[in-house]
């Protein structure tokens, strides 16, 4: 085995069993929300340290971190992994573009008529790898690696195209000093490089700079994260490489502790009250039906195409069923969408509130029919052999 499959297998390692924290801590902020400690939830969440509210905290400062890492992962792929070649690219960068343009089509087409509601169009273009990688998990040998590799592939530029969206769309007006601020500690990230410093301690200490910076300009602070990560150096031997050590060393934070505090803190809906016609307006059933069928039907009819016509090939061993399964699993949107729809709507307002019910509705839909698609399929090995005797 190779040291770059090892690595790729860790990393899928650890994204997997962080989906199954990911899916406990949402499932507890669910259960508190809708018992006699809702109160003391929605308490905690809104108590003001250093002028920020506790979720504020969460969303722009530990986020950034789960972005930093998230930055690292597209750059590593992109130059030296997965990503590193436009044949490798084709057939992810094609999926993920219809599956994130579908969705926000379905999501305008069913929510567009109201222009406050219609900010929300990006919440359903957005996939949650640790929880898609947490039910592939599920499914032991049932999908092929190929697959759990295309998967990544396909969210690391779903990332991509979420970054562009927040940053693009999602930017209020500008504080021009600070938004300078960040690009001058951004250049000395990026002399640092140059220079072949190695150390991480200068990208840290700058990094927080430059996040500081970032939550004063009025570009999202999480942004910062990624804007760093584009600095860090890679070097061919991960042992001496900055961008693998740090990419390392966040790898369990972010997995276990930073993405489950998120989920606790944003998946908390309170079902008291709940009627039909809220269930079924406009936001919430424009999010469901984004991320279940606008999900799957983008990813696979862009893939259809591509392969009929020669540019990309179905991952190895994979069949189509199995193809669509994961598609169906991309619909997964939790982490990301729960962010864009906080950005869209503000945290706490009732726009938010009902964009959450979507992503749950949608995630946990695009979640059970993944499962029970591909658990019906032969397992890869099986797969393999049946082939094997047949072409015999």
């Not at 530990?62 to 992109?78: C, N, S, T, W, Y």
């Not at 991960?238 to 606790?264: C, T």
Request: aromatic share 8%; with cysteine; glycine share 10%.
């Amino acid at each position: 085995m190779t040291e770059r499959s090892s690595t790729l297998r860790a990393f899928l390692a650890t994204e997997a069993a962080g989906g199954f924290v990911l899916i406990a801590a949402a499932a507890l902020a669910l259960i508190i929300a809708n018992s006699p400690l809702a109160a003391a939830y929605f308490d905690m969440l809104g108590t003001r340290l250093g002028g920020l509210s506790l979720l504020h905290w969460v969303n722009d400062a530990l986020m950034a971190i789960f972005f930093l890492l998230v930055g690292l992962e597209i750059k590593r792929e992109m130059l030296a992994g997965e990503l590193s070649s436009w044949r490798q690219r084709s057939l992810p960068g094609l999926a993920a573009a219809a599956g994130m343009a579908v969705p926000a089509l379905i999501y305008l087409a069913v929510a567009g008529g109201d222009p406050q509601a219609a900010r929300g169009w990006a919440i359903p273009a957005a996939t949650d790898i640790a929880f898609a990688l947490g039910v592939l998990a599920l499914l032991g040998p049932r999908v092929p690696a190929s697959l759990k590799i295309f998967l990544t592939a396909l969210a690391i530029l779903d990332d991509m195209g979420a970054v562009a969206i927040i940053a693009v769309f999602y930017t209020e007006q500008l504080a021009l000093l600070p938004l300078a601020a960040a690009l001058a500690g951004l250049a000395i990230l990026y002399a640092l490089n140059r220079l072949g410093v190695t150390r991480l301690t200068p990208w840290l200490l700058i990094g927080a700079l430059v996040w500081f910076a970032m939550l004063k300009s009025g570009v999202h602070a999480t942004l910062a994260g990624v804007a760093v990560a584009m600095t860090v150096p890679l070097r061919a031997k991960p042992a001496v490489s900055p961008l693998h050590r740090l990419e390392h060393r966040l790898q369990p934070w972010v997995a276990f502790v930073i993405v489950p505090i998120f989920g606790f803190a944003n998946a908390g809906v309170s079902f008291a009250g709940l009627d039909p016609a809220t269930v079924l307006g406009p936001v919430p059933l424009g999010v469901a039906l984004g991320l279940f069928l606008g999900k799957q039907l983008g990813i696979a009819a862009a893939a259809g195409v591509a392969i009929k016509l020669g540019w990309a090939s179905l991952p190895a061993h994979a069949t189509w069923r199995q193809f669509y399964g994961v598609a169906i699993l991309c619909g997964i949107g939790f982490t990301m969408s729960l962010f864009i729809g906080a950005l869209a709507f503000g945290e706490g307002s009732a726009l938010n509130e009902a964009a959450k019910l979507g992503v749950l509705a949608g995630s946990l839909l695009s979640a059970l029919a993944g499962y029970l698609l591909l658990a019906g399929t032969q397992p890869a090995s099986s797969a393999r052999n049946a082939d094997t005797n047949a072409s015999g």
